[in-house]
Protein backbone atom coordinates (compact mmCIF):
# COMPACT_ATOMS: atom_id res chain seq x y z
CA UNK A 1 0.00 0.00 0.00
CA UNK A 2 0.93 3.72 -0.43
CA UNK A 3 0.23 5.45 2.83
CA UNK A 4 0.15 8.85 3.59
CA UNK A 5 1.47 9.76 6.66
CA UNK A 6 0.94 13.47 8.97
CA UNK A 7 3.45 13.95 11.75
CA UNK A 8 5.92 11.28 10.19
CA UNK A 9 8.61 12.85 11.44
CA UNK A 10 8.12 13.13 14.93
CA UNK A 11 8.64 10.62 17.88
CA UNK A 12 6.07 8.12 17.33
CA UNK A 13 6.10 8.86 13.80
CA UNK A 14 9.55 7.45 13.21
CA UNK A 15 7.76 4.13 14.89
CA UNK A 16 5.20 3.75 12.63
CA UNK A 17 6.98 4.96 9.60
CA UNK A 18 9.92 2.18 10.30
CA UNK A 19 6.81 -0.58 11.22
CA UNK A 20 5.18 0.22 8.11
CA UNK A 21 8.32 0.18 6.06
CA UNK A 22 9.06 -3.64 7.01
CA UNK A 23 5.84 -4.67 5.68
CA UNK A 24 6.78 -3.43 2.42
CA UNK A 25 4.53 -0.43 2.31
CA UNK A 26 5.36 3.08 0.59
CA UNK A 27 5.10 5.92 2.28
CA UNK A 28 4.49 9.73 1.67
CA UNK A 29 5.48 11.80 4.68
CA UNK A 30 3.44 15.65 4.80
CA UNK A 31 6.26 17.52 5.98
CA UNK A 32 7.44 21.33 6.75
CA UNK A 33 10.53 21.12 4.89
CA UNK A 34 12.27 18.51 3.10
CA UNK A 35 15.94 17.57 4.38
CA UNK A 36 18.23 14.53 4.10
CA UNK A 37 18.70 12.55 1.71
CA UNK A 38 15.82 10.77 -0.02
CA UNK A 39 15.38 7.18 1.06
CA UNK A 40 13.99 4.45 -1.09
CA UNK A 41 10.44 4.22 -0.18
CA UNK A 42 9.66 7.11 1.25
CA UNK A 43 8.48 10.26 -0.37
CA UNK A 44 8.35 13.76 1.32
CA UNK A 45 5.80 16.59 0.49
CA UNK A 46 6.39 20.10 1.42
CA UNK A 47 3.12 21.83 3.19
CA UNK A 48 0.97 22.39 6.55
CA UNK A 49 -1.23 20.26 7.89
CA UNK A 50 -3.55 23.57 8.86
CA UNK A 51 -3.65 24.59 5.51
CA UNK A 52 -5.80 22.57 3.51
CA UNK A 53 -4.52 23.68 0.38
CA UNK A 54 -1.22 23.40 1.00
CA UNK A 55 -1.21 19.30 0.95
CA UNK A 56 -4.84 18.04 -0.64
CA UNK A 57 -3.27 16.89 -3.92
CA UNK A 58 -0.61 15.22 -2.32
CA UNK A 59 -2.20 12.05 -1.22
CA UNK A 60 -3.34 11.48 -5.15
CA UNK A 61 -2.33 7.86 -5.29
CA UNK A 62 -2.59 6.98 -2.22
CA UNK A 63 -4.39 3.86 -0.40
CA UNK A 64 -4.30 5.00 3.30
CA UNK A 65 -4.13 7.80 5.60
CA UNK A 66 -2.74 8.01 9.12
CA UNK A 67 -2.69 11.16 11.18
CA UNK A 68 -0.60 11.60 13.98
CA UNK A 69 -0.38 14.93 14.26
CA UNK A 70 -0.39 16.15 17.83
CA UNK A 71 0.89 18.38 20.66
CA UNK A 72 1.00 18.10 24.37
CA UNK A 73 1.54 21.42 25.48
CA UNK A 74 -0.28 24.88 23.51
CA UNK A 75 2.46 27.91 22.64
CA UNK A 76 -0.17 30.55 20.96
CA UNK A 77 3.09 32.59 20.30
CA UNK A 78 4.22 30.37 17.63
CA UNK A 79 0.71 28.94 16.68
CA UNK A 80 0.75 25.67 18.23
CA UNK A 81 -3.14 25.08 19.67
CA UNK A 82 -4.96 22.14 20.52
CA UNK A 83 -7.35 23.64 18.51
CA UNK A 84 -5.25 23.56 15.10
CA UNK A 85 -3.32 20.84 15.84
CA UNK A 86 -5.72 18.56 17.02
CA UNK A 87 -8.83 19.54 15.62
CA UNK A 88 -7.82 21.93 12.47
CA UNK A 89 -5.78 19.54 11.34
CA UNK A 90 -7.80 16.39 11.93
CA UNK A 91 -10.45 18.28 9.83
CA UNK A 92 -8.32 18.86 7.00
CA UNK A 93 -6.68 15.38 6.92
CA UNK A 94 -10.43 13.82 6.19
CA UNK A 95 -11.12 16.43 3.89
CA UNK A 96 -7.97 15.55 2.01
CA UNK A 97 -8.56 11.82 1.98
CA UNK A 98 -12.13 12.27 1.11
CA UNK A 99 -11.69 14.49 -1.63
CA UNK A 100 -9.01 11.89 -3.04
CA UNK A 101 -11.21 8.92 -2.63
CA UNK A 102 -9.26 7.21 -0.08
CA UNK A 103 -11.25 5.13 2.93
CA UNK A 104 -9.11 3.49 4.97
CA UNK A 105 -8.17 6.23 7.51
CA UNK A 106 -6.06 5.60 10.94
CA UNK A 107 -6.33 8.53 13.66
CA UNK A 108 -3.61 8.59 16.69
CA UNK A 109 -5.94 10.22 20.11
CA UNK A 110 -4.73 9.56 23.67
CA UNK A 111 -6.04 7.48 26.32
CA UNK A 112 -8.12 9.69 28.59
CA UNK A 113 -9.76 11.05 25.67
CA UNK A 114 -13.86 11.23 26.42
CA UNK A 115 -16.53 13.39 26.12
CA UNK A 116 -16.74 14.92 29.66
CA UNK A 117 -13.05 15.85 29.64
CA UNK A 118 -11.33 18.54 31.78
CA UNK A 119 -8.22 19.08 30.14
CA UNK A 120 -7.87 21.47 27.01
CA UNK A 121 -5.97 18.47 25.50
CA UNK A 122 -8.70 15.98 25.61
CA UNK A 123 -11.50 18.15 24.57
CA UNK A 124 -10.03 18.53 21.41
CA UNK A 125 -8.68 14.89 21.37
CA UNK A 126 -12.38 14.19 21.64
CA UNK A 127 -13.37 16.53 19.00
CA UNK A 128 -11.38 15.34 16.79
CA UNK A 129 -12.30 12.07 17.00
CA UNK A 130 -15.77 12.82 16.30
CA UNK A 131 -14.64 14.25 13.38
CA UNK A 132 -13.44 10.55 12.25
CA UNK A 133 -16.47 8.79 13.41
CA UNK A 134 -18.92 11.18 11.33
CA UNK A 135 -16.47 11.22 8.52
CA UNK A 136 -17.95 8.35 6.74
CA UNK A 137 -14.53 6.85 6.11
CA UNK A 138 -13.18 3.27 7.63
CA UNK A 139 -11.43 4.55 10.37
CA UNK A 140 -9.95 3.13 13.44
CA UNK A 141 -8.83 5.11 16.62
CA UNK A 142 -5.71 4.38 18.84
CA UNK A 143 -5.90 5.90 22.22
CA UNK A 144 -1.91 5.58 23.33
CA UNK A 145 -1.11 5.95 27.40
CA UNK A 146 1.89 7.68 27.98
CA UNK A 147 4.64 6.65 24.99
CA UNK A 148 7.80 5.34 26.39
CA UNK A 149 11.11 5.24 23.82
CA UNK A 150 14.23 6.21 22.83
CA UNK A 151 13.63 10.42 22.52
CA UNK A 152 10.56 10.11 24.67
CA UNK A 153 9.69 13.22 26.21
CA UNK A 154 8.74 12.22 29.59
CA UNK A 155 11.13 9.70 30.68
CA UNK A 156 13.90 11.24 29.35
CA UNK A 157 12.43 14.50 31.34
CA UNK A 158 12.67 12.55 35.13
CA UNK A 159 16.24 10.94 33.40
CA UNK A 160 17.72 14.73 33.03
CA UNK A 161 16.41 15.68 36.46
CA UNK A 162 17.93 12.70 37.97
CA UNK A 163 20.92 13.44 36.24
CA UNK A 164 20.88 16.78 38.59
CA UNK A 165 20.48 16.12 41.55
CA UNK A 166 19.04 12.63 43.60
CA UNK A 167 16.40 14.64 44.53
CA UNK A 168 12.42 14.07 42.77
CA UNK A 169 9.79 16.92 43.97
CA UNK A 170 6.50 14.79 43.80
CA UNK A 171 3.23 16.91 43.50
CA UNK A 172 0.53 15.58 46.15
CA UNK A 173 0.73 12.11 47.13
CA UNK A 174 2.61 10.30 44.20
CA UNK A 175 -0.05 7.97 44.07
CA UNK A 176 -1.30 8.08 41.04
CA UNK A 177 -0.76 5.84 38.15
CA UNK A 178 0.38 5.44 34.67
CA UNK A 179 0.77 2.50 32.36
CA UNK A 180 3.40 3.16 29.40
CA UNK A 181 3.78 1.76 26.48
CA UNK A 182 6.55 1.84 23.92
CA UNK A 183 6.32 2.93 21.02
CA UNK A 184 7.01 0.24 18.96
CA UNK A 185 4.10 -1.47 20.24
CA UNK A 186 2.12 1.31 19.30
CA UNK A 187 3.59 1.06 15.66
CA UNK A 188 2.78 -2.05 15.67
CA UNK A 189 -0.07 -1.79 16.20
CA UNK A 190 -0.78 0.83 13.30
CA UNK A 191 0.72 -1.18 10.81
CA UNK A 192 -1.53 -4.26 11.70
CA UNK A 193 -4.67 -2.37 11.54
CA UNK A 194 -4.25 -1.92 7.81
CA UNK A 195 -4.28 -5.58 7.25
CA UNK A 196 -7.36 -6.40 9.50
CA UNK A 197 -10.88 -5.37 8.56
CA UNK A 198 -12.23 -6.01 12.08
CA UNK A 199 -10.50 -2.97 13.00
CA UNK A 200 -12.11 -0.62 10.99
CA UNK A 201 -15.23 1.28 12.84
CA UNK A 202 -13.07 0.71 16.24
CA UNK A 203 -11.81 2.67 19.02
CA UNK A 204 -8.73 1.00 20.95
CA UNK A 205 -6.93 1.80 24.36
CA UNK A 206 -2.87 1.31 23.76
CA UNK A 207 -1.13 0.71 27.39
CA UNK A 208 1.72 -1.84 28.51
CA UNK A 209 1.43 -4.30 31.10
CA UNK A 210 3.13 -2.23 33.95
CA UNK A 211 0.82 -0.50 36.29
CA UNK A 212 2.66 1.53 38.44
CA UNK A 213 2.62 4.69 40.98
CA UNK A 214 4.22 8.09 39.25
CA UNK A 215 6.81 7.30 42.53
CA UNK A 216 7.23 3.93 41.43
CA UNK A 217 7.46 5.23 38.45
CA UNK A 218 10.56 7.90 39.35
CA UNK A 219 11.96 4.64 41.18
CA UNK A 220 11.88 2.93 38.14
CA UNK A 221 14.04 5.04 35.96
CA UNK A 222 16.60 5.74 38.78
CA UNK A 223 17.30 1.65 38.64
CA UNK A 224 17.34 2.13 34.63
CA UNK A 225 19.95 4.15 35.20
CA UNK A 226 21.88 2.70 37.78
CA UNK A 227 21.16 5.16 40.61
CA UNK A 228 19.80 4.78 44.02
CA UNK A 229 16.08 5.67 44.66
CA UNK A 230 16.08 9.68 45.05
CA UNK A 231 15.05 11.66 48.14
CA UNK A 232 11.11 12.36 46.55
CA UNK A 233 9.71 15.41 48.67
CA UNK A 234 5.87 15.67 48.30
CA UNK A 235 4.72 19.25 47.58
CA UNK A 236 1.37 20.02 48.32
CA UNK A 237 -1.43 19.89 45.61
CA UNK A 238 -2.91 23.31 46.47
CA UNK A 239 0.27 24.83 46.53
CA UNK A 240 1.52 23.65 43.07
CA UNK A 241 -1.55 24.97 41.42
CA UNK A 242 -1.22 28.25 42.32
CA UNK A 243 2.83 27.92 41.49
CA UNK A 244 1.59 26.43 37.66
CA UNK A 245 -1.27 28.76 37.25
CA UNK A 246 1.66 31.72 37.90
CA UNK A 247 4.35 30.32 35.90
CA UNK A 248 2.93 27.61 33.30
CA UNK A 249 3.26 30.67 30.58
CA UNK A 250 7.26 30.26 30.85
CA UNK A 251 8.05 27.84 27.93
CA UNK A 252 11.09 26.48 30.16
CA UNK A 253 8.20 25.35 33.39
CA UNK A 254 8.17 21.91 33.06
CA UNK A 255 4.03 21.50 33.62
CA UNK A 256 0.79 23.23 32.46
CA UNK A 257 -2.54 23.53 34.45
CA UNK A 258 -3.70 20.80 31.81
CA UNK A 259 -1.06 18.35 32.03
CA UNK A 260 -1.33 18.35 36.08
CA UNK A 261 -5.08 17.60 35.01
CA UNK A 262 -4.31 14.97 33.04
CA UNK A 263 -1.72 13.40 35.31
CA UNK A 264 -3.83 13.55 38.70
CA UNK A 265 -6.70 11.33 36.02
CA UNK A 266 -4.08 8.79 35.78
CA UNK A 267 -3.51 7.40 32.65
CA UNK A 268 -4.00 2.99 32.63
CA UNK A 269 -5.87 0.79 30.90
CA UNK A 270 -7.38 -3.16 30.60
CA UNK A 271 -4.83 -4.46 28.12
CA UNK A 272 -7.50 -6.15 26.28
CA UNK A 273 -6.27 -4.61 22.95
CA UNK A 274 -3.76 -7.49 23.24
CA UNK A 275 -6.41 -9.94 22.40
CA UNK A 276 -7.17 -7.72 18.91
CA UNK A 277 -3.48 -7.82 17.99
CA UNK A 278 -2.14 -10.72 18.77
CA UNK A 279 1.18 -9.76 21.11
CA UNK A 280 2.42 -8.61 24.78
CA UNK A 281 3.90 -5.15 25.35
CA UNK A 282 7.41 -4.89 26.12
CA UNK A 283 8.10 -4.68 29.73
CA UNK A 284 9.22 -0.83 31.18
CA UNK A 285 12.19 -1.46 32.78
CA UNK A 286 13.37 -3.34 29.77
CA UNK A 287 12.72 -0.73 27.57
CA UNK A 288 13.65 1.69 29.12
CA UNK A 289 17.49 0.57 30.41
CA UNK A 290 17.65 0.06 26.56
CA UNK A 291 18.30 3.97 26.71
CA UNK A 292 19.17 5.51 29.60
CA UNK A 293 21.57 2.78 31.55
CA UNK A 294 24.21 5.02 30.41
CA UNK A 295 23.06 7.96 31.53
Same mark, same amino acid.
Request: glycine letters at 10%; a neutral charge; hydrophobic letters at 45%.
Given at each position: ???????????????????????????????????????????????????????????????????????????????????????????????????????????????????????????????????????????????????????????????????????????????????????? =?????????????????????????????????? =??????????????????????????????????????? =??????????????????????????????????????
Amino acid at each position: MKIFISGGTGFVGGHVCRALREQGHELRLLVHRRSGPAVSGIESIEGDVTRLESFATGMTGCDAVINLVGVIREFPSKGLTFQKLHVQATTNMLAAAAGNGISRYLQMSALGTRPNAVSAYHQTKWQAEELVRESGLKWTIFRPALIFGPHDAFINMLAAQLRLAPVMPVIGSGAYRLQPVHAD =DVARCFAAALKMPETIGQTYPLCGNDRLSYEELI =DMVAVAMGRASPWKPHIPLALMKVIITYLQKIPQFPITM =DQLQMLLEESICDGEWQHVFGFKPRGLLDGITEYLHKT
